[in-house]
Nanobody, 132 residues
Framework: VQLQAFGGGLVQPGGSLRLSCAVS????????IGWFRQAPGKSREAVAC????????YYSDSVKGRVTISRDNFDNTVYLQMDSLKPEDTAIYYCARTRGVGSAQGVSLMVTQGCSRYLEFWGQGTKVTVFS
């Protein structure tokens, strides 16, 4: 199982970035895939999480309305579109996968709770810096 995050970079406040998480070693069925971030001196926090089985998605309050998580099961890729970026969005962003469950309902339950308690595999991070 591998998850590879990329797409980070430098952007000015108000700008946009799209992060990608390419997964391999498993197919996107009955898992949650989430984005998490860790800013310097802070603990890691959940950003968004999406079900691989339906449209269930979770967003943290800090990014709600500015961020959209989506997936392409054909390409085994999960995206994080970030708009209206703020300096406080500066962090290393990681993608991670939950443990597998055997039903879409089970995945939805994990996702609505933010996925954090159910994570099983992590990818390496990609750095996002928002500066003025």
């Amino acid at each position: 199982v591998q998850l590879q995050a990329f797409g980070g970079g430098l952007v000015q406040p108000g700008g946009s970035l799209r992060l990608s998480c390419a997964v391999s070693g498993f197919t996107l069925n009955y898992y949650g895939i989430g984005w998490f971030r860790q800013a310097p001196g802070k603990s890691r926090e959940a950003v968004a999480c999406i079900s691989s089985s339906d449209d269930t998605a979770y967003y943290s309050d800090s990014v709600k309305g500015r961020v959209t998580i989506s997936r392409d099961n054909f390409d085994n890729t999960v995206y994080l579109q970030m708009d209206s970026l703020k300096p406080e969005d500066t962090a290393i962003y990681y993608c991670a996968r939950t443990r597998g469950v055997g039903s879409a309902q089970g995945v939805s339950l994990m996702v609505t709770q933010g996925c954090s308690r159910y994570l099983e595999f992590w990818g390496q991070g990609t750095k996002v810096t928002v500066f003025s």
